[in-house]
Nanobody, 122 residues
Framework: QVQLSESGGGLVQPGDSLRLSCLASTRTFSRLTMGWFRQAPGKEREFVAGVNQNSDSLMYADSMKGRCTISRDNAKNTVYLQLDSLKPEDTAVYYC???????????????WGQGTLVTVSS
């Protein structure tokens, strides 16, 4: 059973950068599509970014395009999300996810981490 563990969240000021990490406890990490989602207070969870198994296909939500970068290190069983130029509206719980699916333009995932809170506030 795949378990995902996020880290790197915290309190930052507007304009700051943050890198989130997600460690997967599985020997088959390199076979998984990976991604990040987020859920802001009072809102539905939304897709942020995704990466395929060998990192030659990256996907980003329009809301974060240009301000975040997803990457993975298959040797370390880890996927990263670099967040730049953070805004207060980026405040959310960020979830790592595996086996990303897309149906009718909506992204979902089969496996979820517990989430890490990112708070952007001055």
């Amino acid at each position: 059973q795949v378990q995902l563990s996020e880290s790197g969240g915290g309190l930052v000021q507007p304009g700051d950068s943050l890198r989130l990490s997600c460690l997967a406890s599985t020997r088959t990490f390199s076979r998984l599509t990976m991604g990040w989602f987020r859920q802001a207070p009072g809102k539905e969870r939304e897709f942020v970014a995704g990466v395929n198994q060998n990192s030659d296909s990256l996907m980003y939500a329009d809301s974060m395009k240009g301000r975040c970068t997803i990457s993975r290190d298959n040797a370390k069983n880890t996927v990263y999300l670099q967040l730049d130029s953070l805004k207060p509206e980026d405040t959310a719980v960020y979830y790592c996810a595996a086996q990303i699916t897309q149906l009718s333009g909506r992204f979902d995932a089969e496996i979820w981490g517990q989430g890490t809170l990112v708070t952007v506030s001055s």
